[in-house]
C-alpha cells in the first residue's frame, strides 16, 4: 500500500486488487513450498508434470495480471502543504 502512495491514495478498486493479489501471493507461496517439498514435480507413469504445476501457474499468472494492474512503479507519498511544513521544518515553523 505504501508503494502505491499510501493508504489515503488508495481507491476502493485499488484495495480490492491489492487484497486479492495478496491472497493469490499466499496461495502461491504455500504451493511453493509444498512443490520444494516433493521428490518430483512429473508423474512418471503418466509422464507428465502433476496438476498443482499448472494450477501454480495460473495462479502466478493471475498475481502478475494483479500487479500490473495497481502498476509496476513505486509512487511517492502525496503531503499537504502543512504536513510537509511540519516534516521538514517541524511545527514551529508554522507560525
Not at 57 to 73: F, H, N, V
Not at 79 to 84: A, T, V
Amino acid at each position: 500500500m505504501d508503494d502505491l502512495g499510501g493508504p489515503d491514495q488508495v481507491s476502493a478498486q485499488q484495495l480490492t486488487v491489492l487484497e486479492l493479489a495478496t491472497r493469490t501471493k499466499v496461495l502461491l507461496d504455500g504451493i511453493d513450498a509444498w512443490l520444494f517439498e516433493q521428490p518430483s514435480l512429473v508423474n512418471k507413469r503418466e509422464r507428465r508434470l502433476f496438476a498443482i504445476v499448472k494450477e501454480r501457474q495460473q495462479l502466478a499468472d493471475s498475481l502478475a495480471r494483479y500487479m500490473s494492474m495497481l502498476g509496476l512503479e513505486r509512487r511517492g507519498k502525496v503531503y499537504d502543504l502543512s504536513d510537509y511544513v511540519v516534516e521538514n521544518y517541524g511545527e514551529e515553523a508554522q507560525d
